[in-house]
């Protein structure tokens, strides 16, 4: 049983648009992480959100803590090329639990 | 400063057979851990440490050992292997254990089971 999903799984678009990632789950964490994966490497951290409601901005990326600190999501605003890859969000709670992933490809 | 390093970077064993997947970090980090990431299922961990001389089990520590005898140094082995574990192991480190600490990832052992 996977503690936190991840929606879409995979995601193809088209350089320009913009796109939506969710992760959810039905427990609290104390904070949570989304990471980004390139093919090859290990996984690199974007941001750390910790409040409840909270909303962090890094350039086109903005990532939202759910207000019951259960559920995040990740927003891209006029995707590039240099998006692609593999993001996985990660729980804090007496260990780091990681999401299924979302696959994103940015089409030129 | 080199990381988190991890080796080999690829290995196939046959199974039944053992080998150790060597972890190290030069970052002075008290907390590490390893992951095997598998497809459609993100990363899951296996076992982790809190510092040296000091382990615990994760989601997913079934025919996998550790030990933590250095701060640096986090050895994961493979008792008998099964093509059940084939999968991609990442090493990761953090400063400290708590809310929202930085894990820095090593490069990955891609590992086959035939």
């Known amino acids: 049983t996977q503690l936190l999903e991840q929606s879409p799984q995979f995601l193809s678009i088209q350089e320009g648009e913009n796109l939506t990632v969710y992760c959810n789950s039905s427990s609290v964490f104390s904070s949570l992480q989304w990471y980004r994966q390139e093919p090859g490497e290990g996984p690199v951290l974007l941001v750390t959100v910790v409040t409840g409601g909270e909303v962090k901005k890094l350039k086109r990326l903005t990532f939202q803590f759910g207000d019951a600190r259960k559920d995040s999501s990740l927003h891209i605003t006029a995707a590039q090329t240099g998006d692609t890859g593999l993001y996985l969000c990660a729980g804090a709670g007496n260990q780091f639990y990681f999401g299924t992933g979302t696959s994103l490809t940015v089409i030129p | 400063n080199a990381g988190v390093t991890q080796t080999p970077k690829f290995q196939v064993l046959k199974t039944g057979q053992s080998m150790t997947l060597q972890c190290a970090q030069d970052?002075?980090?008290?907390?590490m851990s390893w992951y095997r990431q598998d497809p459609g299922m993100g990363l899951r961990l296996i076992h982790y440490?809190?510092?040296?001389?000091i382990t615990d089990q994760g989601e997913v520590p079934n025919g996998y050992n550790v030990s933590r005898s250095t701060t640096e140094d986090f050895p994961l082995r493979l008792l008998s292997a099964a093509p059940s574990q084939t999968s991609v192991y990442f090493c990761?480190?953090?400063?400290?254990w708590g809310t929202g600490p930085e894990q820095y990832f090593g490069p990955g052992t891609r590992l086959t089971v035939t």
């Open positions: 970052m002075n980090h008290e907390y």
């Open positions: 440490s809190v510092g040296a001389g």
């Open positions: 990761a480190s953090s400063l400290t």
